[in-house]
């Protein structure tokens, strides 16, 4: 930078600063600098570090990574460690969390945009706690590379995907560490992959029925004996083609009985977007035979306990009657059956519930083709009963 370096760092030079190197405070910035470096995918990568000397020894603070942390936020760290050092504690050890607590951390994080009343809490838990706990009581700054590998080895191979889901929470974990200043670098990145190698594997697909068969699954459920909830459920799943949590958390505050439509909330969708289910002549039968039992309050499709059925119960109505195929199988039956129908691809993914994945699709999109989708799962409907 030459003479374009500072004598102090500003916000306007933080942010523009394109050349890598060690940029220091000055010296009022009690030992703070910004490390600039290049990443190997060319982007830089600024950080904050505060070198610092505790019972006579010199040691580097990381201090977070630039912009989640500030150069007023970074200089408020600075001065409290110098403050810790003036009181004879030392900074670089303080509350630093275990790879466990900081897990906690980053799930009320990102909680905010998780699905109200969704489990991917429980997941992200029972995953790392499953498969990496040996890094439970392991504190973030003293995770490494190493340990990361020993976790991810033996699975990468054979579990691809639940391999990848673990790498991408624990670099999570690990990024939240970086911001926070417990740490500089992330032993779950790019590296891994590196020293592994490629884990790709064909994608695996639900077990559906071909559609021509769906007719047929229906009425062995029918005549099972099973409980009223469970097939009920699966009969309304089948005929909206919606998906089983969406079925199963319900509530009849979601149906609008005059327009003979489903609306499902946004907190309840995969998409994170309301959508509008139009509901065919036999899916209001359905609903008609559930409010006989719950009377139209609460849940439409509630368990014998009267709360919401388990995730598990309508995959096991299925393999008791051996009908060879899962719940989310049934929408795959419904795209198969619109492909060879004739129904334009954006009504079918609509009826679905996708999102439009072309952004100047998406922007020029202004209706959820209501009316065009009624036909087609009144339609469906007639075909399937």
Aim: hydrophobic share 35%.
């Amino acid at each position: 930078m030459g003479s374009n370096r500072p004598k102090t760092l500003s916000a306007a030079f933080v942010r523009t600063v394109n050349q890598p190197g060690r940029y220091g405070d000055g010296r009022g910035g009690h030992g703070l600098s910004l490390l600039v470096t290049r990443r190997t995918n060319g982007r830089l990568s600024k950080r904050w570090a505060q070198r610092v000397r505790f019972d006579g020894r010199e040691t580097n603070l990381g201090l977070g990574v630039y912009p989640v942390v500030t150069l007023s936020e970074a200089r408020q760290k600075a001065l409290g460690n110098r403050r810790s050092i003036e009181q004879g504690r030392n900074p670089k050890t303080p509350t630093i969390p275990t790879f466990s607590e900081a897990t906690e951390r980053v799930i009320i994080l990102h909680s905010a945009k998780w699905k109200t009343g969704g489990r991917s809490a429980d997941i992200w838990r029972s995953t790392l706690s499953r498969f990496a706990g040996s890094l439970s009581d392991i504190r973030v700054d003293r995770v490494t590379t190493a340990q990361v590998l020993s976790v991810l080895g033996p699975m990468w191979h054979v579990k691809a995907e639940t391999a990848r889901k673990v790498r991408q929470r624990i670099s999570a974990v690990m990024r939240w560490a970086i911001a926070q200043g417990y740490r500089e670098d992330n032993p779950a990145d790019e590296r891994v992959v590196a020293a592994l190698g490629r884990n790709s594997r064909p994608p695996v697909h639900y077990r559906a029925l071909h559609h021509t068969q769906v007719r047929d699954a229906i009425a062995t459920v029918e005549a099972s004996g099973g409980y009223w909830a469970a097939r009920g459920a699966l009969r309304f799943l089948v005929l909206t083609a919606a998906r089983s949590g969406e079925v199963r958390d319900a509530t009849w505050e979601e149906i609008d009985t005059d327009q003979q439509t489903w609306c499902i909330p946004a907190g309840r969708t995969k998409t994170g977007r309301p959508h509008r289910v139009p509901l065919s002549g036999a899916a209001v039968a359905v609903l008609d035979e559930s409010r006989t039992h719950t009377g139209g309050e609460g849940l439409i499709f509630p368990s014998v306990r009267g709360k919401v059925q388990s995730s598990d119960g309508l995959a096991k109505l299925l393999k008791e009657n051996r009908i060879e195929c899962v719940p989310h199988g049934f929408r795959s039956s419904f795209r198969n059956w619109c492909a060879e129908t004739g129904v334009s691809r954006e009504v079918a993914e609509r009826a679905l519930g996708h999102a439009i994945r072309n952004r100047a699709e998406a922007a020029y999109s202004r209706t959820d083709l209501l009316q065009s989708r009624r036909q087609v799962m009144q339609q469906w409907a007639e075909y399937i009963t």
